[in-house]
């Protein structure tokens, strides 16, 4: 069973807190797919008759305490240890922490709001949060905002489709999972390119000495 496989698989196990839990997940473990998971979440609610806010709710709390624990990893270790940790990561460096300390800087809560929209800044962006020592009742409130739009429009499709049930809902499972899965590899191939290019540029050309 893979990943996404075993996330609805817990999902269906735990029901709302399941589905609170897995997203989180996706938070601390950006690997877990979150946009094919959050239809999924609608899907099983309509399966089981819940009104489509129930899903939208568990989705956010799980969003938010996600993004609360990667909060919490840059305001304990701070900006130099954040840095040194990042940099042991793969195809991250610790240049990416400064630039998004600036952007956070310079946007504030919009930056923690907003970043909801994207996957992986959504889960960087709560570093420089936690190291610049955001409110945390302010930095919950900015990623509860962001993140239940951003939920809600894949939740609410998912609803539809479970609602429809029968082929339709076979059909958008299938295209849907294809999609997700295509743009996260092409995602995946673009970062490493760019890190190996810019690593390249980064050590040169060799030197003749002597």
Not at 45 to 70: K, R
Not at 100 to 112: I, K, S
Not at 119 to 140: K, N, Y
Request: net charge neutral; glycine share 12%; aromatic share 8%.
């Amino acid at each position: 069973m893979d990943i996404a496989g075993f996330a609805i698989h817990l999902m269906e196990l735990l029901g709302g807190p399941g589905i609170a839990l897995v997203i989180a997940a996706e938070a601390l473990f950006p690997p877990v797919p979150g946009e094919v998971l959050l239809p999924f979440a609608g899907v099983s609610a309509a399966a089981d008759g819940q009104h489509v806010l129930v899903p939208i709710a568990w989705t956010t709390a799980g969003s938010v305490l996600g993004g609360l624990g990667v909060y919490a990893v840059g305001r304990t270790l701070g900006l130099e240890r954040t840095r040194r940790l990042v940099r042991r990561l793969p195809l991250l460096e610790d240049k990416d922490v400064d630039m998004a300390v600036r952007f956070f800087d310079r946007h504030g809560f919009p930056a923690v709001a907003l970043a909801r929209f994207v996957p992986m800044v959504r889960t960087f962006i709560s570093l420089p949060a936690g190291i610049e020592r955001m409110p945390v009742a302010l930095f919950a409130l900015a990623t509860g905002l962001g993140s239940g739009i951003w939920n809600a429009v894949f939740v609410v499709a998912g609803y539809l489709f479970g609602a429809a049930g029968g082929e339709t809902l076979e059909a958008f499972v299938r295209i849907y999972s294809s999609i997700v899965a295509g743009i996260g590899i092409l995602a995946l191939l673009g970062l490493l390119t760019q890190r190996l290019r810019s690593r390249h540029r980064t050590d040169g050309p060799p030197t003749l000495e002597g």
